[in-house]
């Protein structure tokens, strides 16, 4: 199992451009996340997915969207790039939430994209 | 979500053990304590949850006091490959298991 892959791995735009950055999992996960990390700083969860053709906002969701077409893959997009949004970006996955209650599932990161906008 | 608060930094050095206090004096009956440790250019990953009294893995224990408003990660015997940013996170498993990192602990092994 590969767990949770990124692509690309590092990726320079210029202010106005637009990307997309794939998370894929093959532990067939519910959930999916995208978290950005500042310098320094912790991780603040972007937006989220609890299974395929869903997506709800997390904590610092502007300036991004996201799809969730496959069960496996989670897009994030950046329409507009601005320099704020220079930032490690890291997607995660997992298991379907049971009941309250009871233990949260583990969550498994991917490696990260470094992205720089100039 | 539960806020928690834990020391920005703490050094130490290799064969001692590390005690990591996080604060969450908010924390709601359905909320477990998941500390989640964090390498350089990589992901965190998870060590130990828990929900009171004492868990113990192969890697950590995790203490909490029987009003949850703590807990206390601990690393028995720090090597230098345990320096890392150590993240305490509660959460609920209803609430679509979105966790709230905050700053973490820098934890710094020296030889």
């Known amino acids: 199992n590969a767990g949770v892959t990124q692509t690309p791995k590092f990726r320079v735009l210029k202010t106005g451009q637009s990307m997309t950055l794939l998370c894929a999992q093959d532990?067939?996960?519910?959930?999916m996340y995208w978290y950005r990390q500042d310098p320094g700083m912790g991780l603040r969860l972007i937006h989220y997915?609890?299974?395929?053709?869903?997506?709800a906002k997390g904590e610092v969701p502007d300036g991004y969207n996201v799809s969730r077409l496959k069960k496996q893959n989670f897009l994030l997009g950046l329409e507009s790039a601005a320099p704020s949004q220079t930032s490690v970006y890291f997607c995660?996955?997992?298991?379907?939430?049971?009941?309250?209650?009871?233990?949260?599932?583990?969550?498994?990161f991917g490696p990260g994209t470094r992205l720089t906008v100039l | 979500l539960a806020k928690t608060t834990q020391p920005i930094s703490m050094d130490s050095y290799e064969g001692q053990e590390v005690n990591i206090t996080c604060s969450h004096n908010?924390?709601?009956?359905?909320?477990?304590i998941t500390w989640y440790q964090q390498f350089p250019s990589q992901g965190p990953r998870f060590i130990i949850q828990?929900?009171?009294t004492k868990v113990t893995n192969e890697v950590a224990s995790l203490f909490i006091p029987a009003d949850r408003k703590s807990s206390t990660l601990s690393l028995p015997r720090v090597s230098l490959s345990d320096t890392a940013v150590y993240y305490c996170?509660?959460?609920?498993?209803?609430?679509?298991?979105?966790?709230?990192f905050g700053g973490g602990t820098r934890v710094l092994v020296k030889p």
């Open positions: 995660a996955s997992s298991y379907f939430t049971r009941n309250p209650g009871t233990e949260t599932d583990t969550q498994y």
């Open positions: 532990m067939n996960h519910e959930y």
């Open positions: 997915s609890v299974g395929e053709g869903t997506t």
């Open positions: 908010n924390i709601a009956t359905n909320d477990y």
């Open positions: 828990g929900y009171k």
């Open positions: 996170l509660v959460g609920d498993a209803a609430a679509g298991n979105k966790l709230t």
